[in-house]
């Protein structure tokens, strides 16, 4: 059962002191988004409004994506079309020959890590830069992302220096923030004048204008888009709103539930390209059809990828992103990742506690705890089962069906002796490598909580 | 059958009843625009002057320090020449110290700026000067961004578009607010 989340976030829990740390940096995101939350004069109809222009676009996907094509080709944008992954990385590693790049600078995109262009890129001879720093972090020490907005949270700031010092010649245990990102800051205005293209994702596709909408903090894809003759930006399909005044709706959303901010820094509207300039738009189906082909879950393509979800989750939080094995981690990447592969993602939609926490936080209302949910009952009957789980489940349900069963197996219990419950025998108990007990299975109460429901109530 | 066509058809095939465009009704009668502005500015690290016609010039020189000043303002651009060439955007001797532009318009609710092409007359100029003073007329200020793309469905269109809302800044270490990730370390807005 290795690769499972339970047995990849053990290592996140029980091998580091990192499980307390993570979850105050995600909640301090969430409180963050509250904040914003509450400047708002009706957030909560922002919310369904929000919910309700995405199913409209998706009602009408096939129109809006043509109109969305039509306009951005009379811009002089180019548009291509990706049915896969692997069209995906044909389709820019092409258009990066054909206008001679060797070298490219990239911002954040979940998309392209989705379908592994960094790799492809790399060993078809490309030298690939990440130039958001978080994702430059994580490029530099060859992780993924364990977050779809912050992609280092789950680094310390000494492990960040250790890297730079290893890869970048920082001084040695220099661990300020302020030094090491001003750092990678000339490191990386290196890189954006060496480049020879630059690779963005897309936030937002505006039909009616023809027009990509790219939101950052740093400023980085801008520095590339602008500043290079070839310029490719890939967007997934579920990306497009109708016009300009939906638009305004989701950039009112977005940072607000995504990091607390009233905006991002930098929300850069490409249209037309500068002269001299190649500028290309890929949409990237990937699956997509295939979600939106499931009336359950089609709204799962509602997301606009704010994170919140993750912030909020008391599984996420405690257990870090890269227990997911999936590129997006947290609740919706636990959604979408059985369209990725039935078999081995069948765990995901276990990774949480169901609280629908994501329910209440998430801008366009997707009903993740009951997606979640609705996947856990599809994936038992659809997919193997794990033994142990099941012969589990069939002894309890048994016990749990009669009265007599559950008191006798409950008496039972508390008979058997501590040392062995709190012992190496019972796999709930994790020792840590230097000896101290890491989860040690709680005391069983000397009685039953209907045995001292029943005193109490005969004392009073 | 290409891409394109495979991915319409499987969407075609399943997509059943267009649903209505809804309605966006989410405007509020909002005052002290400019109030709203400063406060969401400064809390978010962008200073703000309060000058009027004739007081710009010299909160621009008193700001600057002295610095290399480049503006693409017309009014400015005497005192100001742009020197900056988009071909060899990363030539320092080209590369303003200061750069001063002016926004068509101000958005209170999230102290973002609209600037296009037309007002920055280079793009690369929003992101690769260490430091930038914006220029905002109060009386342009809408409340939120409803507001906003409304102004911007009105203007004639643009090539390239952008609100900006404050220096560039990270969190990605430990979520410790850095200034000048990649872009302008400091961004001062005039209102006049
Ligand atoms: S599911 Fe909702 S909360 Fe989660 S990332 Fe998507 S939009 Fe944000």
Redesign the interface.
């Known amino acids: 059962m290795k690769g499972t989340h339970a047995n990849l976030s053990k290592d996140f829990i029980t091998g580091s002191d990192k499980t307390d740390w993570h979850n105050n ?1 995600l909640w ?2 969430r409180a963050k988004r509250d904040i914003q939350r509450d ?4 957030w909560e ?2 919310r369904s ?1 929000a919910a ?2 995405k ?2 676009t998706l ?4 129109e809006y ?2 109109t969305f094509e039509e306009n951005a080709v009379k ?1 002089g944008m180019q548009v291509h ?3 896969d992954d692997k ?1 995906l990385r044909e389709i820019t590693a092409k258009i990066l020959k054909d206008n001679n790049a060797r070298s490219v600078v990239k911002s954040k995109s979940m998309l392209t890590e989705e379908c592994g262009l960094n790799p492809y890129l790399e060993q078809e001879g490309f030298e690939v830069v990440d ?4 994702e430059r ?1 994580v490029q530099l020490r060859k992780e993924h992302p364990s977050h779809i907005v ?4 789950h ?3 000494e492990e ?1 220096s250790d890297t730079f010092h290893e890869k970048m010649n920082t001084e040695k245990g220099n661990a300020s ?2 030094y ?3 750092v990678a ?1 000339e490191a ?2 290196k890189d ?2 060496k480049a020879d293209a630059a690779i963005t994702g897309v936030n937002f596709g505006v039909a009616e ?1 023809g ?1 990509v909408v790219v939101c950052t ?4 894809a ?2 590339g ?3 290079k003759k070839t310029v490719i930006h890939c967007m997934g ?1 579920e990306k497009l709103v ?8 989701f ?2 959303l977005l940072a607000r539930s995504a ?1 607390g ?14 002269p001299e300039t190649t500028e290309h738009i890929i ?1 990237v ?1 990937n699956k997509r ?1 295939d979600i ?2 499931d ?1 359950e879950f089609r709204q799962a393509m509602r997301c606009i990828r704010c994170g919140a979800c993750m912030n909020t989750c008391p599984v996420y939080r405690r257990s870090g992103g890269h227990s997911y094995h999936h590129t997006v981690p947290g609740p919706i990447g636990s959604v979408l990742a059985p369209f990725y592969g039935k078999e081995k993602n069948k765990d995901l939609p276990f990774a949480s506690t169901l609280c629908g926490s994501c329910n209440n936080v998430c801008p366009v209302k997707i009903d993740l705890a009951g997606l979640l949910y609705r996947w856990r009952q599809k994936l038992t009957d659809e997919t193997s089962s794990d033994m142990s789980k099941k012969i589990g489940m069939e002894v309890g349900s048994k016990i749990l069906k009669s009265r007599k069963k559950y008191d006798l197996a409950g008496s039972v219990f508390r008979w058997v002796p501590k040392g062995l419950l709190q012992s190496g025998l019972n796999p709930w108990n994790v020792h840590l490598p230097d000896g101290r007990k890491g989860r040690v299975f709680p005391e069983v109460p000397k009685e039953s909580f209907r045995q001292w429901y029943k005193k109490n109530q005969e004392d009073s | 059958m ?3 066509e ?3 058809s ?13 309605e ?3 405007q ?1 009668k909002t005052e002290a625009l400019t109030e709203i502005f400063i406060g ?1 500015a400064e809390a ?1 690290g962008t200073e703000v002057f309060l000058a009027t016609g004739d007081t710009v010039a010299e909160t621009i020189e008193t700001w600057s320090k002295g610095g290399n000043i480049q503006s693409s303002v017309p009014a400015l651009q005497k005192k100001y020449p742009l020197v900056f060439d ?1 071909q060899v ?2 030539e320092k001797d080209k590369m303003p110290g200061i750069f001063v532009t002016e926004a068509s318009f101000g ?1 209170a ?4 700026l609209w600037l296009t092409d037309h007002e920055l007359s ?3 100029l ?3 000067p260490e430091r930038i003073i914006v220029l905002l007329k109060a009386d342009t200020l809408v409340p ?3 507001e ?3 102004n ?2 009105a203007e004639p ?20 607010l ?1 200034k ?5 370390k400091e961004l001062a807005v005039i209102l006049y």
């Open positions: 940096a301090f995101l400047t708002i004069e009706d109809k922002l409004t309700a222009i199913d409209h009602s009408r996907l096939p994506l043509q811009n079309w990706a049915w069209e130039t958001d720093l978080g972090i912050v992609p280092a949270i680094l310390k700031k960040v923030p302020d090491l990102a001003s800051r990386l205005r954006f004048m204008a027009a903090n740093e400023g980085n801008d520095m888009v602008h500043s399909m109708p016009g300009y005044d939906e638009l305004a709706v950039t009112r990091t901010q009233p905006v991002t820094v930098f929300t850069s509207h490409y249209r037309k390209p500068r949409i189906n059809t939106f082909a009336p | 290409d891409s394109k495979r991915i319409l499987s969407l075609k095939n399943v997509v059943g009843e267009p649903l209505p465009r809804p966006i009704n989410l509020y969401v978010s988009e955007p990363f958005v609710e999230n102290a973002a280079s793009r690369l929003a992101f690769i939120t961004m409803h906003a793309y409304e911007i469905g269109p643009f090539g390239f578009g952008l609100f900006m809302a404050g220096a560039s800044k990270t969190a990605d270490i430990e979520q410790t850095v000048g990730a990649q872009g302008a």
